[in-house]
């Protein structure tokens, strides 16, 4: 398990101090410092972030990303100040001059490559790597961009906890950095991502310090996208449910039951779950996200479902909200259902009951024709659409391939909806 950083390195401004003596030998193409504090505490003076963030964490490994043109060479001075206390970096080697003069002079044109990279990288933590990426000036470098930035994926591990600062460089580069971040919470829950850390260096002058503000909180707002869209694309609250449950557990079990109803494609349950949600579609909560995420989701469920009073129109209805969520072998089942249950209210048999639902079946395929209803579209559909399900279920061979099973659903419940009303 290793505590990772991943951090942006920009230019910084020019201290016009700097390099003006005749034996001043350093650059005047330097970060300023800066004193940065989290909370309370005082980290001291650094030249830029992810030094002062290192001070307090002690990152096994540092992945600084930077264009050509960053301050490769404080990196260096910095770094192996830290890393060898016999260095003088009042008075730097030769690299730290050749990363001044490249850097110094590369632009958005350059390759992506700086000298003594290895030099760089060795100074850091151990397994830490310099990043070069372009500048972002239009899509096919933003593009490159975020795949250099995606990759570092790779080089996590099993149990890394990730810690992100987003202070120095372009501040396109945030966004990129976030699809990172989404990616590892969505695939990669082995990464706990910790901290996102920005030091709010605009502010320093007003408050006599630079303070670095943790926006990881700002990442419940996806979690709650994320479950909006899980519960209006697949009918699945466990997302919010579990976002919900720090505010109001009652709340959170309803749409748990929901969930765990859809999930096993319980057509009963369903309906009465359906019902409850009701109960909790106005409901204003606490955290204003919340209600955002859960009023218009829950209330799209409720218009959808909870007022039908026909068992058959209600199970129609959900075999095409499931093909329409590509739920293809829930929606065959869902559907004949929904006409099984139609026979039986042709017919005044209990839509609920074992023995009348085997009575309609029978009905359906003209095996008790005495006075008993049943249009001859639904004779014709229901063999179909059972030999289709029965394929899917039981992983039979047929003659028709998804597509055209797919098609087959497709048409079946366009035609079942002039008929189940």
Not at 284 to 302: H, S
């Amino acid at each position: 398990m290793a505590k990772t950083l991943i951090s942006f390195l920009g230019t910084g401004p020019l201290d016009k101090k700097k390099g003006t003596e005749a034996k001043d030998y350093t650059s005047p193409r330097k970060y300023l410092t800066a004193e940065y504090h989290i909370g309370d505490e005082n980290l001291g003076n650094y030249s830029f972030v992810s030094l002062a963030l290192h001070s307090k964490y002690k990152f096994d490994k540092i992945f600084l990303i930077g264009t050509s043109h960053s301050m490769w060479e404080e990196v260096y001075n910095q770094f192996r100040k830290r890393s060898e206390p016999s260095y003088n970096q009042d008075d730097p080697d030769y690299i730290y001059y050749d990363l001044l003069e490249t850097c110094d002079n590369n632009n958005h044109k350059s390759d992506l490559t700086i000298p003594h990279r290895e030099k760089v990288e060795n100074v850091m933590p151990k397994g830490s790597k310099v990043v070069i990426i372009r500048y972002g000036l239009n899509e096919s470098e933003i593009m490159e961009n975020s795949n250099i930035v995606l990759s570092l994926a790779d080089e996590l591990k099993n149990g890394d906890e990730l810690m992100v600062d987003v202070t120095h460089s372009f501040r396109s580069l945030p966004f990129i950095v976030m699809q990172l971040i989404l990616y590892l919470r969505a695939v990669r829950p082995d990464i706990k991502v910790c901290h996102i850390f920005y030091g709010m260096l605009d502010i320093s002058r007003e408050m006599g310090y630079t303070p670095i503000v943790d926006l990881v909180s700002a990442m419940n707002m996806n979690d709650w996208v994320t479950g909006a869209y899980s519960f209006l694309e697949f009918g699945s609250a466990y997302q919010i449910a579990k976002l919900l449950g720090k505010e109001d557990k009652s709340d959170a079990v309803i749409l748990k039951n929901f969930s765990d109803a859809m999930n096993l494609n319980h057509l009963d349950a369903i309906r009465k779950e359906a019902q409850k949600l009701s109960a909790i579609k106005e409901k204003e909560y606490a955290t204003r996200l919340a209600g955002m995420v859960i009023t218009p989701t829950v209330r799209d469920f409720v218009q959808r479902f909870g007022a039908i009073k026909k068992q058959s129109v209600f199970q129609l209805k959900l075999a095409k909200w499931q093909a329409d969520h590509h739920n293809y072998a829930s929606a065959y089942i869902s559907a004949l259902e929904a006409i099984i249950s139609y026979v039986c209210e042709l017919n005044q048999l209990d839509v609920d009951g074992y023995d009348d639902r085997e009575l309609a079946k029978d009905i359906i395929r003209s095996r008790n024709k005495k006075d008993n209803k049943c249009p001859s579209e639904i004779q014709r559909i229901f063999p179909q659409m059972n030999r289709n399900r029965n394929a899917l279920a039981h992983s039979l061979q047929t003659d028709n391939n998804c597509s055209q099973m797919v098609a087959q659903l497709r048409n079946n419940l366009k035609e079942l909806e002039s008929l189940i009303k």
